[in-house]
C-alpha cells in the first residue's frame, strides 16, 4: 500500500509504501500498563504517525463537503440496535463522557474525530450549523444535547443533518467515526409513527457505500442472527468483507460466548472484538483495569483468545482497517475529484468573457438577437426542432396546426352552428318586419345586414379567444428562446427579454 500525505499546494501525493501489518503487542503481555491512554500507546507509536496525514486528507476533504457531489469517502459507520452499547464503546475510544438517555440518545449523525495530541491539556470542539464552539470535557454531553436540540429541534425526533465532535486529546488513537442513531421498532411519545424508517434511511445512506467500513455493535445478551443491524449491514455487505463486529455486556452473558464469535453464522468478515465498557462511575483508567482482569480470570471469557478482546485492541484493528481503507480507495478519490474539476473547468471555460464597454455589449446584443431570430424561425416557421428535440411545447408548427384545429371544432360546435335549432325562424321574423314595396326574390339590404351582425356578434368572441392563446403561446415561445441564448449575460438577458415582451404586446394589439 502507498501513504499519502498533503502537499502544501493542497495536491494529494504519493510519498513511501509502508506496512500496516505490523504484529500487534498482545494485550495481556503490558501487566505495568494503566489507563486506556496507556494500553493505547503502542497504537500511536505504529500508526498514528503515518495514518495521521492520510486522515487529515480525507477530513478536509470531508469538510469541503465533496461527498454532495457524489464522491464517496471511506468512512467507520457505527450502527446497532438501540441500548447496545454504542455511546459506551465510543466513550471508550475518546476518553471522553457522551449523552446518555433512555430509548434514543443519538438524534443525528455524530462525526468523531479523534486526534491523539502530545498537550496534557484536551481541546474538543464541536461543529455544526456553519460555527465551530469549544466545549469543556466536563460539558461535552450537555453541548452535544444542546446543538443536537438545534439541529434537529427539541424532542425526541431525528435528523439526517450531522454533528462533528472534535476530540484532540492525549493517547487516543486517531480515528474518524460516525455514530448512528439507534435502531428502534416502536416509536415512544414524541416521536413520528415512522421512526424505524427514518432511521433504517439515514443508516442505508452511511452503510451503503462500498467504501464504508461497518462498526457493528451487539449485546452479547442477544442471539446476533436477530439483530437488525446485523439484518441491514448484511444488505449491503453480504459477505461482511467490510463489517467489524463489537461485542458488548459480555459480563451479562459469558457462556457461549466463545462459541457465537468462532462460529460466526452472521458473516462478520473482518472479525469480532469483545470489550467491557465502563459501568456507573468508573474512571476509564478503572475501566480497562476491570475489562483486563475480567477477560483472565472469568471461567468462559478467559477461553476467549486475547487478540480478539479488550478496548485497545478494538481501537487498534479500527486503525489498521481504516489505514487500509484510505490507502485503497485515496488513488480513486483523487481520480474523481480530477474529473470533477475537469467538467467544472470546461463548464467555466464555456463562460463568456466580460463586456468592458458599450460596443462589447452591443456585439453580444446582435449574437444574441440573431441567434434567437434564427431558431425562432426553425421552430415558428419551418418546422425544424433539432434545438428542442425532447420539448415538444416548443414545435411551434404543430402546436399551431392542434390550436386551429381546436378553433375550427369550437366554430363548427357552437351554439349559431346548430342547424337543428329554430331553423330560420329569426330570418323569417327579419323579413317580416322589413316587407314592403320590393321587388320579387330581392333580399332587402338592411335585413341581411341586421341578420349577419348578429350571427357575428354571437360568434365574435372564438376568434378573440383563438387569438389571445396563439399570442400566449408565441410570447412564451420567445421568452424562452431568448433566455437559453442570451443566459450567460444577466442584464442582458433582462433587457432582451423586456424589449421582446413588449413587441410581441404591440403585435398582439
Excluded at 229 to 235: A, E, L
Excluded at 284 to 299: I, M, P, Q, V
Aim: glycine share 4%; proline share 5%.
Amino acid at each position: 500500500m502507498g501513504s499519502y500525505d498533503e502537499a502544501d499546494s493542497g495536491n494529494i501525493v504519493v510519498i513511501n509504501d509502508y506496512e500496516d501489518s505490523q504484529p500487534a503487542t498482545p494485550p495481556m503481555e503490558q501487566p505495568k500498563v494503566v489507563g486506556a491512554a496507556a494500553a493505547q500507546a503502542p497504537i500511536i507509536s505504529s500508526y498514528n504517525d503515518k495514518i495521521r496525514p492520510l486522515l487529515d486528507v480525507i477530513d478536509r476533504l470531508r469538510l469541503l463537503m465533496v461527498m454532495k457531489e457524489g464522491i464517496q469517502l471511506p468512512t467507520i459507520v457505527v450502527v446497532g440496535d438501540q441500548s447496545s452499547g454504542k455511546s459506551s464503546v465510543l466513550e471508550s475510544l475518546a476518553g471522553v463522557n457522551l449523552p446518555r438517555s433512555q430509548g434514543i440518545c443519538t438524534r443525528v449523525p455524530l462525526i468523531i474525530r479523534l486526534q491523539n495530541h502530545a498537550s496534557p491539556r484536551p481541546e474538543l470542539y464541536l461543529e455544526y450549523n456553519g460555527k465551530m464552539v469549544p466545549v469543556e470535557e466536563p460539558q461535552i454531553a450537555t453541548a452535544i444535547n444542546n446543538a443536537t436540540d438545534e439541529v434537529a429541534g427539541p424532542g425526541k425526533s431525528i435528523s439526517n443533518i450531522p454533528l462533528t465532535l472534535v476530540v484532540r486529546k492525549e493517547g487516543v488513537p486517531d480515528l474518524t467515526m460516525v455514530d448512528l442513531p439507534g435502531i428502534t421498532r416502536v416509536p415512544v411519545h414524541g416521536q413520528p409513527d415512522n421512526i424505524y424508517e427514518q432511521i433504517r434511511d439515514i443508516i442505508m445512506q452511511y452503510i451503503t457505500p462500498k467504501e464504508s467500513i461497518i462498526l457493528n455493535v451487539l449485546s452479547a445478551t442477544v442471539d446476533f442472527s436477530t439483530c437488525e443491524s446485523i439484518r441491514m449491514s448484511q444488505q449491503v455487505d453480504k459477505n461482511g468483507e467490510r463489517t467489524l463486529a463489537v461485542i458488548t455486556k459480555v459480563d451479562r452473558a459469558p457462556e457461549g460466548l466463545v462459541d457465537k464469535v468462532t462460529a460466526d453464522d452472521v458473516n462478520i468478515g473482518l472479525g469480532y472484538v469483545c470489550v467491557r465498557n465502563r459501568i456507573g462511575d468508573e474512571s476509564y483508567e478503572e475501566a480497562r483495569k476491570e475489562e483486563a482482569r475480567l477477560f483472565e480470570t472469568n471461567a468462559h471469557l478467559s477461553c476467549i483468545d486475547k487478540s480478539i478482546v479488550g478496548v485497545h485492541v478494538l481501537a487498534q484493528k479500527l486503525v489498521q482497517i481504516q489505514s487500509k481503507a484510505i490507502a485503497k480507495c485515496l488513488p480513486e478519490i483523487v481520480k474523481n475529484i480530477s474529473a470533477k474539476l475537469d467538467a467544472n473547468v470546461s463548464e467555466l471555460e464555456k463562460m463568456p468573457k466580460a463586456l468592458t464597454s458599450i460596443a462589447d455589449a452591443t456585439q453580444a446584443m446582435m449574437r444574441i438577437i440573431q441567434a434567437a431570430k434564427e431558431s425562432l424561425k426553425k421552430l415558428l416557421w419551418r418546422g425544424e426542432f433539432d434545438e428542442y428535440p425532447e420539448d415538444n411545447t416548443k414545435h411551434g408548427t404543430a402546436r399551431f396546426v392542434e390550436m386551429l384545429n381546436r378553433f375550427s371544432d369550437e366554430l363548427h360546435n357552437c351554439e349559431e352552428s346548430n342547424l337543428s335549432k329554430d331553423f330560420l325562424t329569426e330570418e323569417i321574423k327579419v323579413l317580416e318586419d322589413v316587407k314592403g314595396i320590393e321587388l320579387p326574390n330581392f333580399l332587402p339590404y338592411e335585413a341581411f345586414l341586421r341578420i349577419l351582425r348578429r350571427k357575428v356578434e354571437r360568434i365574435s368572441y372564438l376568434p378573440i379567444k383563438f387569438t389571445e392563446k396563439y399570442w400566449d403561446y408565441v410570447d412564451d415561445v420567445v421568452m424562452s428562446v431568448l433566455t437559453r441564448h442570451s443566459e450567460m449575460y444577466y442584464h442582458l438577458k433582462v433587457a432582451a427579454k423586456g424589449a421582446a415582451h413588449n413587441l410581441v404586446q404591440k403585435l398582439r394589439e
